[in-house]
């Protein structure tokens, strides 16, 4: 099964990664740096990166979302204390047909 962690890089993330790995899976992570970058928060960005990477599954665990609210560049900004990680990536997943 290939498993797509968002916030593969993070504080959770680097902890959750080897658990599927160590059982047989494939996990494929994305996250603002490291080596599949993808900004969580532009939505045609997380489409793409989920189409290329065909997920079996998808695990949410993107938790430093600095910059949210109004002001952030180039996004019209949630209100403080939404999490639109999972909602992108839920749509992300759908449309790949999963």
Same mark, same amino acid.
């Given at each position: 099964?290939?498993?797509? !962690?968002?916030?593969?890089?993070?504080?959770?993330?680097?902890?959750?990664?080897?658990? /599927? *790995?160590?059982?047989?899976? *494939?996990?494929?992570?994305?996250s =603002? =740096?490291? /080596?599949r970058? !993808?900004?969580?928060?532009?939505? *045609?960005?997380v489409?793409?990166?989920?189409? &290329?990477?065909? @997920?079996?599954? !998808?695990?949410?665990?993107?938790?430093?979302? &600095?910059?949210?609210? @109004?002001?952030?560049?180039?996004?019209?900004? @949630?209100?403080a204390?939404?999490?639109?990680?999972?909602?992108v990536?839920?749509? &992300?997943?759908?449309?790949?047909?999963?």
């Open positions: 099964m290939r498993v797509l !962690v968002a916030g593969a890089t993070g504080a959770v993330g680097r902890q959750l990664v080897p658990r /599927p *790995e160590a059982a047989g899976h *494939e996990v494929v992570g994305i =603002r =740096r490291g /080596p970058p !993808v900004d969580a928060l532009d939505a *045609e960005a489409r793409r990166a989920v189409a &290329g990477i065909a @997920p079996d599954a !998808v695990v949410h665990r993107l938790t430093d979302l &600095g910059g949210l609210g @109004p002001g952030r560049a180039g996004h019209p900004g @949630p209100c204390g939404v999490d639109p990680g999972p909602t990536l839920a749509r &992300g997943f759908a449309d790949q047909g999963a």
